[in-house]
């Protein structure tokens, strides 16, 4: 079963992402929490189980009590030891110019999602899993 971990200190966005996945029939199983420290051991403890480790992680880049530089930071240093390729996505209610250009530099940071995040995005990045594209975007909701 295909894995995916949002990290985010707001429990609501946990619901709705939750939510948005169930309605359109996802078949990822989502593991949620609101600190990366969890997820950062079992990256670290598991990078040789590719059963335990997720596909797709989703991760907010402002969070009160997290630096998820720091976890970026972190997985760069393991991400070339993990058994399978880890995709991940950065949201933030902001686009600052500098936070792009500073996503750029990780290889593993598929795109930056600008929240809320939308079913089609969601759609979107699942396909992009499953096609292995490969270049860095910004996905979000075009009105």
Request: proline share 3%.
């Amino acid at each position: 079963m295909n894995q995916l971990t949002y990290i985010d200190d707001r429990q609501l966005d946990h619901f709705i992402l939750k939510k948005t996945l169930s309605r359109f029939g996802s078949s990822y199983e989502v593991k949620c929490t609101s600190t990366g420290a969890a997820v950062q051991y079992l990256l670290s403890q598991y990078k040789l189980d590719s059963e335990k480790l997720p596909d797709i992680i989703l991760i907010d880049i402002y969070m009160r009590d997290f630096d998820a530089w720091a976890f970026l930071d972190d997985l760069q240093a393991i991400y070339p030891m993990l058994v399978k390729p880890v995709e991940v996505y950065v949201l933030s209610a902001s686009r600052y110019a500098a936070d792009v250009e500073r996503l750029k530099q990780y290889g593993f940071v598929k795109a930056f999602i600008l929240k809320p995040i939308t079913r089609e995005v969601l759609e979107m990045l699942i396909k992009q899993k499953e096609t292995h594209m490969d270049r860095f975007r910004i996905l979000e909701v075009q009105n």
